[in-house]
C-alpha cells in the first residue's frame, strides 16, 4: 500500500519564475491539502482540494493556486516565486468522511534565488 | 492567543521517560495530533486524541488532554536515541473541513 508520494524531492527556481509540485494520495483518500512549512516553523496550511475544487484555503495570496485530477493525485502552482518561498512543501492526504487522519508526504523542499 | 505554543528543545537521556507539552488555542477543538519530523523528512503521524477523551495510550506512547486548560502532552516511556527528532503539536478546530494548525515544533534530543 503506497503512501503518500510527491515529486520532485528538490527544486532550485529563480525569483519571478513559476513552479509546479506533485502529489500523489495515499491509495484509497480522496482528500488533498497543502502545507508550507519554513525554516525552524511548524507547517502552514495552503489549501485543500476535494472532488476537484477547493474546499478551503489558508492565508496564501493568489499566486498559490492548485489542481486536483479525477484520480484524486493534486498539483500546487506558485507564480512569480519569492526569496520567500523557499521552504517544504508538504502535501497531506485523507478520506472525506475522515478527515481526522491526514497522513503526510516526504515534501518538496523549493530553493528560490 | 491565536497560535499553538510548544517549549523548542527538551534533552533527555537514554532510558528516561520524555515529556513534550503543547498548549493549544481552540476550545472546541475537535481533535488533537503529535506528528514527528526527522532530519530532511515529511511528517509522520504518531497519534491523535478525541477531544472527549482525557488520555490514550499507544505502546511506549501516552498522550494527555486538560481540555479546561487546553493543554496536550506525550509522554514518550524508555526514549531512545532512534526518538531523537522535532515533534509538533496539532489541532483540528471546530468545523475547519480538516485544516490543522501547528506548533512550531519541539526538538527532542535523546543522549546515549
Known amino acids: 500500500d503506497a503512501g503518500v508520494t510527491q515529486s520532485p524531492t528538490h527544486l532550485i527556481k529563480t525569483r519571478g519564475q513559476q513552479v509546479t509540485l506533485r502529489c500523489s494520495p495515499k491509495?484509497?483518500?480522496?482528500?488533498v491539502s497543502w502545507y508550507q512549512q519554513a525554516l525552524g516553523q511548524g507547517p502552514q496550511f495552503i489549501f485543500q482540494?476535494?472532488?476537484?475544487?477547493?474546499?478551503q484555503r489558508g492565508n496564501f495570496p493568489d499566486r498559490f493556486s492548485g489542481h486536483q485530477f479525477p484520480n484524486y493525485s493534486s498539483e500546487l502552482n506558485v507564480n512569480a516565486l519569492l526569496l520567500g518561498d523557499s521552504a517544504l512543501y508538504l502535501c497531506a492526504s485523507s478520506l472525506a468522511s475522515s478527515t481526522y487522519e491526514q497522513y503526510f508526504g516526504p515534501g518538496t523542499r523549493l530553493t528560490v534565488t | 492567543g491565536e497560535d499553538v505554543e510548544q517549549s523548542l528543545f527538551l534533552s533527555v537521556r537514554e532510558g528516561d521517560s520524555s515529556v513534550i507539552n503543547c498548549t493549544y488555542t481552540d476550545s472546541s477543538s475537535t481533535y488533537l495530533y503529535w506528528y514527528k519530523q526527522e532530519p530532511g523528512a515529511g511528517l509522520q503521524l504518531l497519534t491523535y486524541?478525541?477531544?472527549?477523551?482525557d488520555m490514550k495510550q499507544d505502546q511506549r506512547l501516552t498522550v494527555l488532554l486538560n481540555k479546561k486548560d487546553k493543554h496536550l502532552s506525550l509522554r514518550i516511556a524508555d526514549t531512545q536515541t532512534g526518538d531523537s527528532a522535532i515533534y509538533f503539536c496539532?489541532?483540528?478546530?471546530?468545523?475547519?473541513?480538516?485544516?490543522?494548525?501547528f506548533g512550531r515544533g519541539t526538538q527532542l534530543t535523546v543522549w546515549p
Open positions: 491509495s484509497g483518500h480522496d482528500t
Open positions: 496539532a489541532e483540528r478546530r471546530g468545523s475547519t473541513l480538516g485544516r490543522l494548525y
Open positions: 486524541i478525541f477531544s472527549n477523551m
Open positions: 482540494y476535494y472532488e476537484e475544487e477547493e474546499r
